[in-house]
């Protein structure tokens, strides 16, 4: 990582401040380690003076499904309570150290994260219920924490069958986060992370239903480069680069006014920000358009990224045949500043994102990748504002470059010590 080290960067490190405004930045930590973003960041590096709240990710949950992976998780005698690795133990017993450069952090875990077990069989009864909150509680206070964050992103769905669930997941959640707020004290927070696809308020989650139990949402609104979608989170859509099939008509904008037609109020709403990039799924894979008759058999996009492409990107260390998932470190590491100059940086202007273009052997741009910068962050900022949203949520710290992004959203915010 890139982040500068504690205690050479910090000399004001006891001077006393207050946040000047009441905007939320939301960072979450990869400490545990997430399947998506690599190996868990070092916390002694952690620069949080731009933020409101720290979401200590991940733990997770002793869970029976079949195919748990982790064996650590499959201990029956810990059924349904919360499981932290040794490295998660370590960090947070030194979150007082952490608070030290802002006394007015609010820190939580999350538990939970794409591909996590063990949240539809917890949530499953009134007895398993008392057990994971019984057990978020222990670590609440054994280690000093604000509160619990549960980032059981697509119940009902199970990540596209990735996880266990049941129909049931819908009113088992709602279940769940109202007896955890009655079991936590009043001043612990409890928050959710949820996806952006739009039948996750229709369907998934009754987000009305449980927003009385929460203090705040934060909205998963990237990771949108699937399908025939070009973008990872453009806050609108781009005519320059369409997306085909209407199913992957995502957008920012699109998912916050889902959520509010749900019945949310803008407040509750912390806008997802993601602090990386993603290769388009429709430059190495067909695209396909599931709202038409024999939809496999007829793609609408076609790849466009060949073999020299591939492999271009299997050199600077991305495998695209298994994920595409670019840190913005690494964007500007490896690609902005390849000293090959084989991309070059553009910007959608509608799509108020930027994107690199990669040349092909016949001279043309390919969409290579589309990500977020600071002017893109402080549009985001200013989107937010505009909306009346309680701020910003991004994913995650280990990926910012010199926290560039982090300090550009707490500028745009007007998050700021005195």
Same mark, same amino acid.
């Given at each position: 990582?890139?982040?500068?080290?504690?205690?050479?960067a910090l000399?004001?490190?006891?001077?006393?401040?207050?946040?000047?405004?009441?905007?939320?930045?939301? #960072?979450?930590?990869n400490?545990?380690?997430d399947?998506t973003?690599?190996?868990?960041g070092?916390?002694?590096?952690?620069?949080?003076?731009?933020?409101?709240?720290?979401?200590? $990710?991940? #733990?997770?949950?002793?869970?029976?499904?079949?195919?748990?992976?982790?064996?650590a998780?499959?201990d029956?005698?810990?059924?349904?309570q919360?499981?932290?690795?040794?490295?998660?133990?370590?960090?947070?017993?030194?979150?007082?150290?952490?608070?030290?450069?802002?006394?007015?952090?609010?820190?939580?875990?999350?538990?939970? #994260?794409?591909?996590?077990?063990?949240? $539809?069989?917890?949530?499953?009864?009134?007895?398993?219920?008392?057990?994971?909150?019984?057990?978020?509680?222990?670590?609440?206070?054994?280690? #000093?924490?604000?509160?619990?964050?549960?980032d059981?992103?697509?119940?009902?769905?199970?990540?596209?069958?990735?996880v266990?669930k049941?129909?049931?997941?819908k009113?088992n959640?709602?279940?769940?986060?109202?007896?955890?707020?009655?079991?936590?004290?009043?001043? %612990?927070?409890?928050t959710v992370?949820?996806g952006?696809?739009a039948?996750?308020? %229709?369907?998934?989650v009754?987000?009305?239903?449980?927003a009385?139990?929460?203090?705040?949402?934060?909205?998963?609104?990237?990771?949108?480069?699937y399908?025939?979608?070009?973008?990872?989170?453009n806050?609108?859509?781009s005519?320059?680069w369409p997306t085909v099939?209407?199913?992957?008509?995502?957008?920012?904008?699109?998912?916050?006014?889902?959520?509010?037609?749900a019945?949310?109020?803008?407040?509750?709403?912390?806008?997802?920000?993601?602090?990386?990039?993603?290769v388009?799924?429709?430059?190495?894979?067909?695209?396909i358009?599931?709202?038409?008759?024999?939809?496999?058999?007829?793609?609408?996009?076609?790849?466009?990224?060949?073999?020299?492409?591939i492999?271009?990107?299997?050199? +600077?260390?991305?495998?695209?045949? %298994?994920?595409?998932?670019?840190?913005?470190n690494?964007?500007?590491?490896?690609l902005?500043?390849d000293?090959?100059?084989r991309?070059?940086?553009?910007w959608?202007?509608?799509?108020k994102?930027?994107?690199?273009a990669?040349?092909?052997?016949?001279?043309?741009?390919?969409?290579a +990748?589309s990500?977020e910068?600071?002017?893109s962050?402080?549009l985001?900022?200013?989107?937010?504002?505009?909306?009346?949203?309680?701020?910003?949520?991004?994913?995650?710290?280990?990926?910012?470059?010199?926290?560039?992004?982090?300090?550009q959203?707490?500028? $745009?915010?007007?998050?700021?010590?005195k």
């Amino acid at each position: 990582m890139k982040l500068m080290p504690v205690l050479a960067a910090l000399p004001l490190l006891c001077a006393p401040y207050v946040f000047a405004a009441d905007m939320m930045s939301v #960072g979450y930590f990869n400490g545990g380690g997430d399947v998506t973003a690599g190996p868990g960041g070092d916390i002694d590096k952690l620069d949080v003076r731009q933020i409101t709240h720290l979401n200590y $990710s991940f #733990g997770l949950i002793y869970n029976n499904e079949a195919g748990e992976t982790n064996e650590a998780l499959k201990d029956a005698s810990k059924l349904h309570q919360i499981w932290l690795s040794p490295k998660v133990i370590a960090d947070l017993k030194k979150i007082p150290e952490l608070r030290k450069q802002n006394p007015n952090l609010k820190v939580l875990l999350s538990v939970g #994260g794409w591909g996590a077990r063990g949240f $539809s069989g917890a949530a499953d009864g009134k007895e398993s219920r008392e057990i994971f909150i019984r057990s978020a509680g222990d670590i609440v206070k054994t280690y #000093g924490l604000d509160g619990i964050d549960l980032d059981w992103e697509y119940p009902v769905n199970g990540a596209w069958g990735l996880v266990d669930k049941k129909p049931e997941d819908k009113d088992n959640f709602t279940a769940l986060l109202k007896e955890m707020r009655e079991a936590l004290p009043k001043e %612990k927070l409890v928050t959710v992370a949820l996806g952006a696809n739009a039948e996750s308020p %229709k369907s998934w989650v009754d987000v009305k239903a449980i927003a009385p139990y929460l203090n705040y949402i934060n909205l998963m609104t990237y990771d949108m480069a699937y399908g025939t979608q070009y973008f990872n989170s453009n806050l609108y859509d781009s005519k320059q680069w369409p997306t085909v099939a209407q199913a992957d008509k995502y957008s920012a904008d699109f998912v916050v006014n889902n959520y509010l037609a749900a019945g949310l109020k803008p407040q509750q709403l912390n806008l997802g920000i993601g602090f990386y990039g993603r290769v388009p799924k429709r430059a190495t894979e067909p695209g396909i358009d599931w709202n038409k008759p024999d939809a496999q058999k007829n793609p609408v996009t076609q790849p466009y990224f060949g073999p020299t492409e591939i492999a271009l990107f299997k050199s +600077l260390g991305f495998d695209l045949s %298994k994920d595409t998932y670019v840190k913005y470190n690494d964007i500007v590491g490896k690609l902005i500043n390849d000293p090959q100059k084989r991309f070059t940086e553009q910007w959608d202007n509608e799509a108020k994102v930027p994107w690199l273009a990669l040349k092909s052997a016949d001279g043309k741009n390919l969409f290579a +990748l589309s990500y977020e910068n600071p002017r893109s962050v402080d549009l985001k900022a200013q989107y937010i504002k505009e909306k009346g949203l309680g701020g910003a949520m991004f994913w995650e710290y280990g990926a910012d470059d010199n926290n560039q992004l982090a300090k550009q959203l707490a500028t $745009s915010l007007g998050i700021k010590h005195k």
